[in-house]
């Protein structure tokens, strides 16, 4: 089992580019998780699906970042257009069932200058 | 939601016990309290979860108290590849029983040689 895996590890872009974050879940775990890391507000959850279904993106912070999961083993993260405000690493994570542990990838480090 | 109170650091000599303490004083009775740690630039990892009743796995041992109100963590033998940031997290239900993990700011253990 390889975990769940995350591309690129890191990503640096200019402000107004788009980045787009991917996540390959673990394989047969039917909840997938996008955080968002930062020194100032911690670790946050932005959207969780559900079998491919977005349940509860209340965390997502404004209109310029969408998630979208087309089957069970990617999911994407983009931001468009990026500012430096979104500078963060970004996690994804993955669990068996809702009450299941969860398993974190290693994360994407985001920097817009 | 119930919150969490943990030390801001603590350290511990290497080969000895860490105790981990944790306050959830206004957690409710079908909430669950869940351990993660985060080593430096890596993804948050599972460690330990439980009710009530004590738990032990092969990382770590989780003891409750019986008013549900604290708990603690404790690794047996720290060595120095437990230095990390350790969380301590009451699990939220959510529709559907995903579980949403509001992570704190944690407690900051360094395992001293």
């Known amino acids: 089992d390889a975990g769940v895996i995350q591309s690129p590890r890191h990503e640096v872009t200019e402000m107004g580019q788009e980045v787009t974050l991917r996540c390959k879940p673990i394989?047969?775990?039917?909840?997938l998780f996008w955080y968002r890391q930062t020194m100032m507000r911690g670790l946050e959850l932005l959207i969780y699906?559900?079998?491919?279904?977005?349940?509860?993106d209340s965390g997502m912070p404004e209109d310029r970042f969408s998630a979208k999961m087309p089957n069970a083993s990617f999911s994407t993260l983009k931001i468009q257009p990026s500012e430096p405000r979104d500078s963060a690493v970004y996690f994804c994570?993955?669990?068996?069932?809702?009450?299941?542990?969860?398993?974190f990838g290693n994360g994407t480090r985001l920097t817009v200058t | 939601d119930a919150k969490t109170t943990q030390p801001t650091s603590m350290d511990c000599a290497e080969g000895r016990a860490a105790n981990l303490p944790c306050n959830h004083s206004?957690?409710?009775?079908?909430?669950?309290v869940y351990w993660y740690r985060q080593i430096h630039s890596q993804g948050p990892q599972y460690i330990i979860h439980?009710?009530?009743n004590n738990e032990t796995n092969e990382m770590a041992s989780l003891i409750i108290t019986e008013d549900r109100k604290s708990s603690t963590l404790i690794l047996p033998h720290a060595t120095l590849r437990d230095t990390a940031v350790y969380y301590c997290?009451?699990?939220?239900?959510?529709?559907?029983?995903?579980?949403?993990?509001?992570f704190g700011q944690g407690t900051r253990l360094t395992i001293n040689p």
């Open positions: 994570a993955s669990s068996w069932t809702g009450a299941s542990p969860l398993h």
């Open positions: 394989s047969g775990h039917d909840y």
């Open positions: 699906f559900n079998n491919n279904v977005p349940i509860d």
């Open positions: 206004t957690i409710s009775g079908n909430e669950y």
């Open positions: 439980g009710l009530k």
């Open positions: 997290i009451v699990r939220v239900p959510l529709i559907q029983g995903a579980q949403k993990l509001v």
